[in-house]
């Protein structure tokens, strides 16, 4: 496979560039864009055959879930099984933004996606690219780190191409991406966890969530 360079401005991404990636993604390819965050692989998640590609573009395990990048709390609300009130809490507090949050999936979500665990990672990015990508789809999207896992994640469209050209169709090329990355938290459980340490710290998180 040989991997396509497109540029786009991150604040402001060009139609003709959307337009190109949601062709790809709607042909089921894996498309790596830039986010507030670090760059992230894009596909279809409903699309077998494109999950099984964001496997293999990346080596990852298949135990291992798949985080999906959503436009708003609503679309969340359909991919969910059931929301609790930690959900809106943490969503009102922090999203669009660098947090990603664990809850239960929804019937309609692959199996493959969650790793096998009936678990979805949900993520409102503050990112026009994102936004408007899946505007333009009409539909959530796969979003995962753009690196072969076990490597360093990219932080330039360069990069991503350099470690994975072959293994994606297509790297929208919007420059330095200068944020950190995504804190995670599970609210599946009774108590909720910090899964990973980002942008937002525990702290924070657990302020959001304090009781009245």
């Known amino acids: 496979m040989a991997t396509d360079l497109v540029e786009i401005n991150p604040a402001d991404p060009q139609p003709e560039a959307l337009e190109r990636a949601a062709a790809a993604v709607r042909r089921g390819k894996v498309v790596a864009i830039p986010t507030d965050a670090l760059y992230t692989l ?25 985080p999906i990048l959503i436009r708003d709390s609503m679309m969340g609300e359909e991919l969910a099984s059931e929301l609790n009130n930690r959900f809106f809490m943490l969503a009102r507090r922090f999203w669009p933004g ?7 999936a929804a ?3 692959p199996l493959k ?6 678990r979805l990672a949900l993520r409102h ?4 690219v994102a936004d408007k990508l899946i505007a333009l789809l009409n539909q959530p999207l796969i979003s995962t780190s753009a690196n072969i896992s076990g490597h360093p994640t990219c932080h330039s469209g360069i990069d991503v191409f350099g470690m994975m050209d072959g293994r994606v169709d297509l790297v929208l090329d919007g420059g330095t ?8 938290v ?3 459980e009774p108590y909720w966890r910090m899964i990973k340490a980002g942008a937002i710290s525990e702290k924070e998180i657990a302020e959001c969530l304090k009781p009245a």
């Open 107 to 109: 019937a309609r979500i």
């Open 186 to 188: 599970d609210i599946t």
């Open 98 to 104: 660098p947090l990603t949050i664990i809850v239960p």
């Open 125 to 128: 990015a503050r990112s026009p």
């Open 42 to 66: 894009v596909a279809d998640p409903f699309n077998l055959r494109a999950v099984t590609s964001v496997f293999r573009a990346k080596g990852r395990e298949p135990h291992r879930s798949l």
């Open 177 to 184: 991406c200068t944020g950190e990355g995504s804190t995670t």
């Open 113 to 118: 996606v969650t790793g096998n665990t009936g």
